[in-house]
């Protein structure tokens, strides 16, 4: 099977990360984007090198559905470690493990430490939790790779307890733009849903809260879904079985095709063909479809189980950006959820690099009254930040103009030169949240930028690559940014290093004042 570009350098990556001493990095790929291919191909990789390799996961639909692609893509096949099947013994080298299972001590205890030499996790979001730990402590020589659908900075501060290394990410926005996943179409739904009462649990909303604040506007998202998406098919997120149960039932009264899945479900194998077939358009359940599960034709995805953890927001999400003939768009049905909390996911999150950005989409999109793209309204959501932030510079700016300082505030920089991935940055690894080095002290100060406002060492690593590539590509230093904004120019973090030179030498021969003729706020260079 000959790997996607992005495929190809994601394992390239992470055996990278490995050669280079991090026993244990992450690879992020977004739902639909063939991530059981890539870790696939480096478990064939690895078994060459003479490895045995375990990969786990908690849920039997992920142990068979890499079984399948493993053997698809390499031809190799998968012992089982799962209830009283066992890999000791098998002459397979790769072997796929249920983590309730591998748990056990008496189950852990019949493996040499050594047994295996490589393991890989599948939705390794999870693996932040004690049954992983006992696994990886016990083969401690291992190895590991987890692999997860694009984790925000919350996760990954979970995560980098149990990871060194982000090896690789791919986003779902590079994904959509290249073509491999479909374009995002969100819609808000004008429906005021209040969720201030609901309370937490584990990190995210309680799903028996939800229910109860869901329950009385059942009948109005029917109706408006039977406005929107009845010549969509459609799958439905809902909080409780019961719930799932009772809103089928609704839809049906409204003419859909509809029905219901969840774990107790005798029928549910001839049910999920059934809906691939086409036999349903509207498919309903309570979280039992957001692993482990794939129709490509899904082409609407309706979230009636808010969170607040956006690796599970974007699982759901994932069930509908999947290519299939004929398919355009996703349609995602949003609403005008009410809670005092922020942190709840909406589309914006799924592409918007910073809360700010998100806040601002969020805001924008509910005014439309239509579906829009969800990348064409980050851009332009983070055009309106860039402005609003510019503007707040420039009162800044004008504060300190009676302040002289010897050395750029890197906050200012940022600012000019537009680094939204630098304002917003939060530390992930241990590394990256110690202080910064004397080195990265001195070098900061070389370029101009003061280092006392620099909180950590990921952040100052972040910005002295930022400096460095500036430089390769000619463009403004902090220096001359800071003297020519002072002197109320604008966008000069985007300007050519040689044109902002030219132009200093002119204000510097003309007295240090700006030269006849030149008026800052529309000059163009």
């Not at 060492?457 to 930022?466: H, N, P, T, V």
Request: charged share 25%; net charge negative; glycine share 8%.
């Amino acid at each position: 099977m000959e790997l996607r570009p992005y495929q190809q350098a994601a394992r390239e990556a992470v055996e990278n990360r490995w050669e280079q001493g991090d026993d244990s990095t992450l690879l992020s790929i977004p739902t639909g984007c063939g991530k059981t291919v890539i870790f696939a191909k480096i478990a064939e990789d690895r078994v060459r090198q003479g490895d045995r390799v375990l990969i786990l996961a908690h849920r039997g639909e992920l142990l068979d559905q890499a079984a399948d692609k493993l053997h698809t893509a390499t031809g190799l096949s998968c012992a089982t470690e799962k209830a009283e099947q066992s890999c000791l013994g098998s002459w397979l080298r790769v072997a796929v493990g249920s983590v309730q299972t591998l748990m056990r001590p008496k189950r852990l205890a019949a493996f040499p430490r050594d047994y295996f030499g490589t393991i890989i996790i599948d939705e390794a979001h999870h693996a932040v939790s004690d049954s992983y730990g006992r696994i990886l402590n016990h083969f401690d020589s291992a190895k590991v790779l987890g692999v997860t659908a694009t984790p925000d900075r919350g996760d990954m501060r979970n995560l980098g307890s149990v990871f060194q290394s982000l090896a690789y990410e791919y986003s779902l926005t590079k994904a959509i733009r290249e073509g491999y996943l479909v374009p995002i179409k969100a819609l808000t739904v004008p429906l005021k849903m209040d969720l201030s009462g609901v309370g937490v649990q584990s990190g995210d909303f309680k799903p028996g809260d939800l229910d109860s604040a869901l329950d009385p506007y059942l009948y109005q998202i029917a109706d408006e879904m039977a406005k929107t998406c009845a010549d969509r098919k459609t799958v439905v997120f809902l909080p409780l079985v019961k719930t799932s149960q009772k809103f089928r039932d609704i839809l049906c009264s409204r003419g859909f095709r509809a029905a219901e899945v969840n774990g107790e479900s005798p029928d549910r194998a001839e049910i999920l063909a059934a809906f691939d077939r086409g036999e349903y358009n509207v498919l309903c359940n309570s979280m039992l479809l957001t692993e482990g599960w794939d129709c490509p034709s899904v082409n609407c995805v309706v979230v009636l189980r808010p969170t607040k953890v956006r690796s599970l927001y974007s699982q759901m999400v994932g069930r509908g950006t999947r290519l299939f003939p004929g398919k355009t768009d996703l349609l995602l049905l949003d609403f005008l959820w009410h809670t005092e909390r922020h942190e709840l996911c909406r589309p914006a999150h799924l592409v918007c690099e910073t809360a700010e950005v998100a806040e601002s989409m969020t805001e924008s999109a509910a005014e439309q009254g239509g579906p829009v793209d969800i990348l064409e309204a980050a851009e332009q959501a983070e055009s309106d930040v860039v402005q609003q932030r510019e503007e707040s510079l420039a009162k800044q700016l004008a504060e300190m103009k009676s302040r002289k300082r010897r050395l750029v505030d890197p906050l200012q920089f940022e600012l000019s030169i537009q680094a939204e991935d630098l304002a917003g940055y939060t530390p992930a690894f241990g590394w990256e949240i110690a202080p910064p080095s004397e080195k990265q002290i001195g070098a900061l100060e070389k370029w101009g930028i003061r280092p006392d406002e620099i909180e950590c060492a990921g952040k100052a690593a972040k910005l002295l690559d930022r400096l460095a590539a500036r430089r390769t590509e000619g463009l403004t230093t902090p220096k001359q940014i800071r003297f020519l904004e002072g002197k109320g120019f604008t966008h000069v973090g985007t300007w050519q290093f040689e044109q902002a030179k030219q132009l200093i030498d002119r204000i510097a021969a003309n007295g240090w004042r700006i030269p006849r003729g030149i008026d800052p706020k529309t000059y163009m260079g």
